[in-house]
Each structure stands twice: as structure tokens, then as C-alpha cells.
């Protein structure tokens, strides 16, 4: 009943810039968090960028300084602003939401994935 639809990924030169897009829908009443998972063939998903609901984020050191994480809370909206993309950025990255459906339940919830490839 929620759905999170990402979009944005793409082939990119390396120092090149690509903005991610998430937009949650359905069965919302209020978000928590929403982040931006990675992975790579034969390596765990990682987290990439988090940014709670009072406005705190949180990098993976290796994307500080080049990613930035925004959100439109009007939109149920999550973006990932990324610059000076490197090859090993490349992966699969996945939309998370967490939020409340109602008063008393709340779940995470995950995008379908968006490929991003950096390559020359």
C-alpha cells in the first residue's frame, strides 16, 4: 500500500553529477526518515545518506563533501544531490522510507532500485 518510485539514475562521466529522486506514496501519515541505500555487484548494500524528520543527516564518509541529501516534506519527496562522481559510485540505489501508516503502525519501506553508472 506504500510505494516509493525512484528516478534520475543514469551513465555518467566520472566528475560528473546525477540528482536522485524519491517520491513515497500511499498509506502515509507521517514519514521518520528517508534515505538512499547503494549496492554494488557481489558487495552488501550500504547506506549512502539518511536525513530524519528534525532535519539531521547522515553520510557514508566516502560521499562527504560530494552528496547531499534534501527532502520536500510537501512532496513526501527525498532527493540526492550527487557531484564529483567517482567509478566507485557505481551501484544499484535503492529509496528507504521509514513511516508511520497510521497512529499505532508504522514500517520501512524500499524503492525499486536506480542503477547509477559512473564510467569514462
Known amino acids: 500500500q506504500v510505494q516509493l518510485v525512484e528516478s534520475g539514475g543514469g551513465l555518467v562521466q566520472p566528475g560528473g553529477s546525477l540528482r536522485l529522486s524519491c517520491a513515497a506514496s500511499g498509506s502515509i501519515f507521517s514519514i521518520v526518515a528517508m534515505g538512499w541505500y547503494r549496492q554494488a555487484p557481489g558487495k552488501q548494500r550500504e547506506l549512502v545518506a539518511a536525513?530524519?524528520?528534525?532535519?539531521?543527516?547522515n553520510y557514508a564518509d566516502s560521499v562527504k563533501g560530494r552528496f547531499t541529501i534534501s527532502r520536500d516534506n510537501a512532496k513526501n519527496t527525498v532527493y540526492l544531490q550527487m557531484n564529483s562522481l567517482k567509478p566507485e559510485d557505481t551501484a544499484v540505489y535503492y529509496c528507504n522510507a521509514r513511516l508511520y501508516n497510521n497512529y499505532s503502525s508504522w514500517g520501512d519501506y524500499w524503492g525499486q532500485g536506480t542503477q547509477v553508472t559512473v564510467s569514462s
Open positions: 536525513k530524519n524528520s528534525g532535519g539531521g543527516t
